[in-house]
């Protein structure tokens, strides 16, 4: 097991330089698989860091905003190409870390690799308006303009991915950065920025400090200097980041909580569907905020599939991520176990019925981690607390319905929209759901994860802002719209005033 002594300690990075806390206080990383193993000491920073770094990151905006788009774009080209080399070592850094498979964090950087190609591409287009004026000899279009320094606030369950969703098209539009990584996931975002670098990225174009969310978090949302704010995590600090934002005008995107339903119809490829259903409720041990965490069946397959979904969660194999043979690593952290075994006490209590796991994993060889059982409740009523509160867990609660109307009310009733799922043959009844779900992200035949980069992420209600990650919609976070009109008519034209008689 590592000590103190052969384990490395990353300071800030500040300006292209490393920079250690002020306070001389330090956090560690541990692998959540095995507490015993020390991953890395990070800084425990606070504003007086946040300052510096957003400083520097105002100070690299008056070039990198004016280096053209397509150079930037080459930067992110040899970014991405430089990821998929560093892929393997990168991978087992954040399994370690984080605890997921080690195929899905091979998963996790491939998102990321694909966002550096996809955003490389729209350095060559970035596309505005041009449009005819009203006015004869008047030339008018509308162009992007970068924002200025974004701050980038980072979940710990997809470490590279997310923050590549923030980093990528902010870069290709010409912004500056200052990244707050996860307390949990900080080596993740260090080998990110690292490829960063080495492909091109100037000093003071992406800063990171690390830290503790009301120490680092708050004064990055509150410094002037910054002019947006990228948040992925909880619908409480999420309301609390826009409150922030709102009151100082910064830009404010939010990617929140799910309560994602995969709905299945009695005319389903019940083999596809159950499937789908374990690698959407347990793949990340059920912590992505798309994960399945509602499985609403119609009454005709209601019992077989839950005795079906049962016995093949329980041949789910947990345990440290690094080992190939296992299918379900940890929970990220004590207290996040400790929230989700109060989930399932409270489904319990409130008359679910538990048909499998609810436990900790603490054989022996386990007792070092945070291992859960892969859990579901049967006989969940929608109102539950179960059945409507984020759990980011390997918790699932299957809802009986009776028809595709009724699975797509209960789909609905519940405050956050972000993904949701349809198992049928029917194409009628396939579009009535992708027309009728109350969410960011439909899936048909498929379970609720799994969205690729370049289509919209991001979800309804509680939810989010109304912002989308991915796709090109996400430039319209990162940029300002500026509107041109050129007079060649050498004359005073007054729009709307001088109209033909
Ligand atoms: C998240 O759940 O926090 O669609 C992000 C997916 C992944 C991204 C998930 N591509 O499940």
Same mark, same amino acid.
């Given at each position: 097991m590592s000590t103190t002594s052969d384990v490395k300690t990353y300071s800030n990075f500040i300006n292209g330089e490393w920079v250690a806390a002020a306070s001389g206080q330090t956090c560690e990383n541990r692998n959540p698989a095995d507490t015993r193993e020390l991953i890395g000491i990070f800084q425990r920073s606070g504003a007086a860091e946040v300052n510096l770094a957003v400083e520097a990151a105002h100070a690299a905006f008056a070039t990198w905003s004016k280096v053209p788009a397509p150079r930037r774009a080459e930067i992110l080209m040899k970014a991405a190409a430089l990821l998929e080399q560093r892929k393997e070592a990168f991978a087992h850094d954040m399994t370690?870390?984080?605890?997921?498979?080690?195929?899905?964090?091979?998963?996790?950087?491939?998102?990321?690799?694909?966002?550096?190609?996809?955003?490389?591409?729209?350095?060559?287009?970035?596309?505005?308006?041009?449009?005819?004026?009203?006015?004869?000899?008047?030339?008018?279009?509308?162009?992007?303009?970068?924002?200025?320094?974004?701050?980038m606030i980072c979940p710990w369950n997809f470490p590279m991915a997310i923050p590549s969703w923030k980093i990528f098209p902010a870069l290709v539009a010409g912004n500056t950065c200052v990244i707050k990584p996860a307390e949990y996931t900080p080596l993740s975002v260090y080998n990110f920025v690292s490829v960063l670098t080495e492909a091109g990225v100037p000093a003071g174009v992406v800063n990171i400090v690390t830290g503790h969310g009301s120490e680092v978090g708050s004064p990055l949302m509150a410094h002037p200097l910054v002019r947006a704010v990228s948040f992925t995590g909880s619908s409480e600090v999420g309301c609390i980041i826009g409150e922030n934002c709102a009151r100082s005008?910064?830009?404010?995107?939010?990617?929140?909580?799910?309560?994602?339903?995969?709905?299945?119809?009695?005319?389903?490829?019940?083999?596809?569907?159950?499937?789908?259903?374990?690698?959407?409720?347990?793949?990340?041990?059920?912590?992505?905020?798309?994960?399945?965490?509602?499985?609403?069946?119609?009454?005709?397959?209601?019992?077989?599939?839950?005795?079906?979904?049962?016995?093949?969660?329980?041949?789910?194999?947990?345990?440290?991520?690094?080992? *190939?043979? $296992?299918?379900?690593? =940890?929970?990220? +952290?004590?207290?996040?176990?400790?929230? @989700?075994?109060?989930?399932?006490?409270? /489904?319990?209590?409130?008359?679910?019925?538990?048909?499998?796991?609810?436990?900790?994993?603490?054989?022996?060889?386990?007792?070092?981690?945070?291992?859960?059982?892969?859990?579901?409740?049967?006989?969940?009523?929608?109102?539950?607390?179960?059945?409507?509160?984020?759990?980011?867990? *390997?918790? $699932?609660?299957?809802? =009986?319905?009776? +028809?595709?109307?009724?699975?797509?009310? @209960?789909?609905?009733?519940?405050?956050? /929209?972000?993904s949701s799922s349809l198992y049928t043959k029917d194409v009628n009844r396939a579009f009535a759901a992708i027309r009728d779900l109350d969410a960011g992200i439909t899936y048909i035949n498929a379970p609720t994860i799994g969205a690729e980069?370049?289509?919209?992420?991001?979800?309804?209600?509680?939810?989010?802002?109304?912002?989308?990650?991915?796709?090109?919609?996400?430039?319209?976070?990162?940029?300002?719209?500026?509107?041109?009109?050129?007079?060649?008519?050498?004359?005073?034209?007054?729009a709307q005033i001088d109209r033909p008689e």
């Open positions: 370690r870390e984080m605890g997921k498979v080690l195929k899905e964090t091979r998963g996790d950087i491939q998102e990321a690799i694909d966002c550096g190609n996809f955003f490389a591409g729209e350095g060559r287009r970035m596309y505005g308006v041009t449009t005819p004026s009203e006015l004869p000899n008047k030339f008018t279009m509308a162009t992007r303009n970068p924002v200025g320094v974004v701050a005008f910064k830009r404010c995107s939010l990617e929140l909580g799910g309560k994602n339903p995969m709905i299945v119809l009695d005319d389903a490829n019940l083999e596809l569907a159950l499937e789908g259903a374990l690698w959407g409720a347990f793949g990340t041990t059920g912590q992505r905020c798309t994960a399945t965490s509602r499985i609403i069946l119609q009454k005709g397959i209601y019992k077989k599939f839950i005795d079906e979904l049962v016995m093949r969660s329980k041949l789910l194999r947990l345990g440290n991520g690094l080992d *190939p043979k $296992v299918d379900v690593g =940890p929970v990220v +952290s004590k207290s996040q176990m400790e929230t @989700i075994l109060g989930y399932i006490e409270l /489904g319990k209590g409130e008359g679910s019925r538990l048909v499998t796991g609810g436990n900790p994993f603490d054989r022996a060889d386990y007792k070092h981690g945070f291992f859960i059982e892969p859990t579901v409740f049967g006989d969940v009523e929608p109102q539950m607390r179960v059945a409507q509160e984020e759990i980011f867990g *390997p918790v $699932v609660s299957c809802i =009986p319905c009776d +028809s595709l109307e009724d699975g797509i009310q @209960i789909a609905n009733n519940v405050k956050y /929209g972000l980069v370049h289509l919209p992420f991001g979800g309804v209600k509680q939810t989010g802002n109304g912002h989308r990650e991915g796709g090109v919609g996400a430039l319209d976070f990162y940029t300002e719209w500026k509107a041109v009109y050129v007079d060649y008519s050498d004359k005073l034209q007054k």
